[in-house]
Nanobody, 116 residues
Framework: QVQVVESGGGLVQAGGSLRLSCASS????????TGWYRQAPGKEREFVAS????????NYADSVKSRFTIARDNARNTVNLLMNSLKPEDTAIYFC?????????WGQGTQVTVSS
């Protein structure tokens, strides 16, 4: 089992920045990648960004490229998502997911609200 906890959400004005953190604990040795996803009201959950733990390879959704940066802290088993130039359409609950060969472990989510 892997436990995943997100933090760092909040309310910010358009153009502002926020940093989300995802902390993993438990059997983290099996985690090969960590991803961020988001779900806006009335919409399906969508992929935002991901990073692998071996090579640090990153991947981003087109909607956040050049604005969001995902980075890992190996010593703390933490993955951060730095979000710049936020837009109202970035408003959503952001979820962190730890990906393992046995399955995906999700956090409870953190709310990000961007006001216009």
């Amino acid at each position: 089992q892997v436990q995943v906890v997100e933090s760092g959400g909040g309310l910010v004005q358009a153009g502002g920045s926020l940093r989300l953190s995802c902390a993993s604990s438990g059997r983290t040795i099996g985690v090969y990648a960590t991803g961020w996803y988001r779900q806006a009201p009335g919409k399906e959950r969508e992929f935002v960004a991901s990073i692998t733990w071996d090579s640090g390879s990153t991947n981003y959704a087109d909607s956040v490229k050049s604005r969001f940066t995902i980075a890992r802290d190996n010593a703390r088993n933490t993955v951060n998502l730095l979000m710049n130039s936020l837009k109202p359409e970035d408003t959503a609950i952001y979820f962190c997911a730890a990906l393992t060969n046995a399955g995906t472990y999700w956090g409870q989510g953190t709310q990000v609200t961007v006001s216009s």
